[in-house]
């Protein structure tokens, strides 16, 4: 059978007409066809992929909450909203996203840098929460990436591309965000001496697992009877009194989950602090990750990227993801 | 442009019957005979997946046993300009396995072993041959799962599940395919192999391995793959609302939603599919329900009887003529087996099928449902609505008789309404079946020129020269190199 349409003008369907609101289109201008230009958020994770260009133009994007509609558990926001902002907005509906909330820390910043909050066990990464993005690249136009529902495979996933990238890609304008409701109850706890992959192993409400060699910490997260319920059980594996969060160190080291869960001292010169994020694998230490080496093909594949997204390199110069 | 490659590749295969082929030999050499099939039958077999797409043609047929196999394949089809499609076990709705022009393809059904599980990293590298469902099955003695459950998940590979980034009723809870996927090993189109993502919890550079899920076989053939294991709730609560009409099972999906709640599950089953459901697999669904929905819960037992408290009360507010709740697992497999074998049900009907898969803001699912059902009556085709209804992820299933004379050409120009009438909701083009043949023609219903170049740049950096699975996803405009004129350059090139 023979698929194939008369195919209609370039464009002109319903979705890819979608209105581009005057402060995208604003943006866009702003960021032109042409020199470099780097965009500032929050400036609160600056020191993630290299220092920028000094001489790069600093350009800032659109901030304000455009939709947010509850009952499909999505918000329409634009990039330069900082994500307390944007939760404030949320709360009002029990609702909130997987971004983490730093000071001052922006929607786009958050996507850019990709980072995930440290509740991202329960919350899941950063990355799965861009349904679609509308961002501005390399020669100035106004580029869609995803779909405005919360389930999509229209095509490639430039999503994806986009989150962790430091606007190196393209420069986010406007984001559909997937929320998540807000639980019932969270409490966080902590048992001096407990063995975190026991906790990893038995709780069925933790939205997040800290460990710092010695303490294990716990986001109790949910319906209040299974939070009961779950410290109850947990009440097996050690004294899990109530208590804030660790201060985080600055550095974040990137591991997999089991070495995260028998990370030591030693790696870290031997008096270092560190924190673990149990059954995820970052890892916040008093000091800086040494260098990760990227295979020879997943390099290559990398500078192929920056290559046809922004060949004359304009995009954020000097960072690298 | 589907039917010019078809005849050039006939006009290809002809010339070479005459002799034998140097491409298959190169093969042969590099897999040993029982690894290439290339008569008239395999070429046949491989030729279509379960798409109504049927103008397919396949080159050699290679079945390879090892990544250095993959290898050698993808090196042999360069060195003759020849295009390489992988293929799963076929069980895709849009054409994605279908080759055109005549191209190698490589079936990896036989690379299908569970290579190690980690319990340590909740992962488990496996090959991209092994079938969904088993992958389940192997870890389930762990009390861990593979969470993205297509309804094919039978039959269906790890592999054809990474390239679709596919879905499934749990999906709504959990995530797709991607959400579930750590790294993936891939064999580029130059034969080289790279090891996108990691165990890490941030590897480093761009998310190529987030980029390659759902490339659909576009941008290199997956190797080995990291799934994601899913602890198995120790709660799980199965319902079946049953309903005078569709509109208020829909109204339903929202109210839940609005509510604060995402249950494991929610699936909508309209009238027809009630009846050749219940005729096929006796699953217990009124028959005199205008619709149903199955919906599930899982999570600690408190919570999921809150949420199961929850989910009745909303149902009945919305017109639920009646509520059960599964009482034990045997009661709940004969919910969920009326639901999985919906398909099957519905071959009972009409010797053909087309399966359509579009979705919408849960919001708009009473109101475009309603407007399918008017498309089908106005094309005079039946359609029967079994679907993802929690994400708002459409499945019209027009069941048809290709036989009857124009019945092809009403059933399609259904499908384009239907892809009308989801996208003017602010819908999407697909929520889990892809691009493919099927709807690489109504991508640019959806995106701008700019946006499918972006999608072409993508693609073009992980094969510059375009020689994996071609002609699909992509309008041909913003196609890399625009295969027309390769063609032109070497005739045999894709043939
Ligand atoms: C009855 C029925 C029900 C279905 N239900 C669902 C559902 O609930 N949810 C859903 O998402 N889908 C569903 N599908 C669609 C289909 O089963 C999925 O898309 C599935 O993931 C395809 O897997 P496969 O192994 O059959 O792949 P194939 O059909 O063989 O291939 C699909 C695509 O993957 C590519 N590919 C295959 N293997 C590789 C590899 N190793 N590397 C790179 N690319 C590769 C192919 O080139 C092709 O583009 C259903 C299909 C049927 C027939």
Known sequence: ?321 | MTGLLSRAAGRVAGRRRSRPDPLVADLVAALGPDRVQADAAARYLASRDASIFSEGTAGPVCFPASTEQVQACMRIAARHHRAVVPRGAGTGLSGGAAPLGSPVVLSMTGMNSVLEVDLDNRVAWVQPGLVNLELSRRVAAHGLHFAPDPSSQQACTIGGNVANNSGGPHCLAYGVTSAHVAAVEVVLSDGEVVVLGGLEAEPGGYDLRGAFIGSEGLCGIATAVAVRLTPNPPAVKTMLAAYPDAASAAATVGAVIADGMVPAAIELMDARAVAVIEEFARAGYPRDAGAVLLIEVDGMDGGAAIQADRVVAIASANGAASVRVAADEAERARLWKGRKNAFGAVANLEPDYYLHDTVVPRSKLAEVIEAVGEIADRHGVSVINVFHAGDGNLHPILAYDSRIEGMTERVAAAGEEIIEVSLAAGGALSGEHGIGVEKRDHMDKMFSPADLDHQNRLRQAFDPHCRMNPGKVLPSPHSCADIASLKAADGALWG
């Not at chain 1, 042409?34 to 000094?54: F, H, I, L, M």
């Not at chain 1, 909330?101 to 861009?130: F, M, Q, W």
């Open chain 1, 1 to 321: 059978m023979e698929l194939t349409a008369p195919r209609a003008a370039p464009g002109a369907g319903p979705g890819a007409a979608a209105a581009v609101d005057e402060a995208l289109a604003e943006f866009a201008a702003e960021v032109g066809p042409s020199g470099p230009v780097c965009v500032r958020g929050g400036g609160t994770r600056w020191c993630q992929g290299g220092p920028g260009d000094p001489e790069a133009r600093v350009v800032a994007a659109p901030a304000g909450v455009i939709d947010f509609e509850p009952a499909e558990m999505t918000v329409r926001v634009r990039a330069g909203t900082t994500v307390a902002d944007l939760h404030q907005t949320l709360a009002a509906a029990g609702q909130r996203t997987a971004l983490p909330v730093r000071p001052s820390g922006t929607v786009g910043g958050a996507l850019a840098v990709g980072e995930s909050s440290p509740a991202r066990l329960g919350l899941g990464p950063v990355r799965d929460a861009l349904l679609q993005a509308r961002y501005v690249d390399a020669e100035g136009r106004v580029v869609t990436a995803g779909a405005p529902t919360v389930k999509n495979v229209s095509g490639f996933d430039l999503c994806k591309l986009l989150v962790g990238s430091l606007g190196t890609i393209g420069l986010i304008g406007e984001a559909l965000l997937r929320t998540r409701p807000i639980p019932q109850t969270e409490r966080w706890v902590r048992a001096a001496g407990a063995d975190p992959k026991s906790v990893l192993g038995q709780s069925r409400t933790a939205a997040s697992i800290l460990w710092d060699g010695s303490a294990v910490w716990v986001l109790a997260s949910g319906y209040e009877v299974d939070v009961e319920a779950d410290l109850g059980e947990l009440a097996g594996l050690g004294d899990f009194e109530p208590a804030d969060p660790p201060e985080l160190p600055p550095h974040r080291w990137s591991c997999s989950p089991a070495s995260a869960a028998s990370f030591g001292p030693e790696r870290l010169g031997g008096d270092g602090r560190f924190v673990a994020e149990i059954g995820v694998g970052v890892v916040h230490a008093d000091r800086p990750q040494p260098p990760r080496q990227m295979s020879p093909g997943a390099a290559r594949l990398n500078d192929q990227i920056k290559a046809r997204f922004d060949p004359t390199g304009r995009l954020n110069p000097g960072r690298r993801p």
